[in-house]
């Protein structure tokens, strides 16, 4: 039982650089979304998706862009790395269910760009 | 004024004792609040949640909102080594099911000493 794997788990850009920060769940979750996590800052939401083709922003979203192709996968792309945006990248899944459902992280890429 | 203020810590407890985190919110329509643990380089888990105000206790942990302080607060007996982790309190309101735009506390990172 895999839960939300993320991959990298290591990354290093340089300013300007682009990349995909890949994000995968097997739990048949409906809801994914992304998070970055910074000391002093805690947990703050990039964009989220409540279903394949459906994504919408979070607190955070500017330099950051997120597609729904699949219900299993949510790649979050950075597309001119800045320094501003070295951080802990965690993506996490739930049911839609009545009631609370939980977030399931994965555990996490950590983004370094000089 | 951030809506969910969390001490940071670090919190350094002996083996055995009893410990207690805590944080406050400024958004009275938060009614779903959240306690989730993580350890070092992992992502975080859910630990507890409770539905507006009252206690929750399951096992050696116990939770407890006050909604007419804004206050809510994570009791751990018997703290062991293996609860040294950082304790994050989260919350969002009703209808977003306890993971639709969950705000974070910025966790309280704890050490039970042997």
């Known amino acids: 039982n895999a839960g939300v794997t993320q991959t990298p788990k290591f990354q290093v850009l340089k300013t300007g650089q682009s990349m995909t920060l890949q994000c995968a769940q097997d739990?048949?979750?409906?809801?994914m979304s992304w998070y970055r996590q910074d000391p002093g800052m805690g947990l703050r939401l990039i964009h989220y998706?409540?279903?394949?083709?459906?994504?919408d922003q979070g607190e955070v979203p500017n330099g950051y862009n997120v597609s729904r192709s699949t219900t299993e996968d949510f790649p979050l792309r950075l597309l001119s790395a800045a320094p501003s945006q070295t951080s802990v990248y965690f993506c996490a899944s739930s049911s839609v269910e009545q009631g609370i459902s939980p977030l399931h992280f994965g555990n996490g890429t950590r983004l370094t760009v000089t | 004024q951030k809506e969910v203020e969390q001490d940071p810590g670090p919190l350094s407890v002996p083996e055995g004792a009893i410990v207690s985190l805590n944080c406050t919110y400024s958004?009275?329509?938060?009614?779903?609040f959240m306690w989730y643990r993580q350890y070092s380089r992992k992502g975080p888990e859910l630990l507890m949640y409770?539905?507006?105000?009252g206690n929750k206790e399951d096992g050696r942990f116990t939770a407890q909102v006050d909604k007419s302080s804004k206050y809510i607060s994570l009791f751990i007996r018997d703290s062991q080594p293996s609860d040294s982790a950082t304790y994050l309190c989260a919350m969002n309101q009703a209808g977003f099911g306890g993971y639709q735009k969950v705000t974070f506390g910025i966790g309280t990172k704890l050490q039970v000493i042997p």
């Open positions: 409770t539905y507006s105000s």
């Open positions: 958004n009275s329509a938060f009614q779903y």
């Open positions: 998706s409540v279903g394949a083709g459906i994504t």
């Open positions: 739990m048949n979750h409906e809801y």
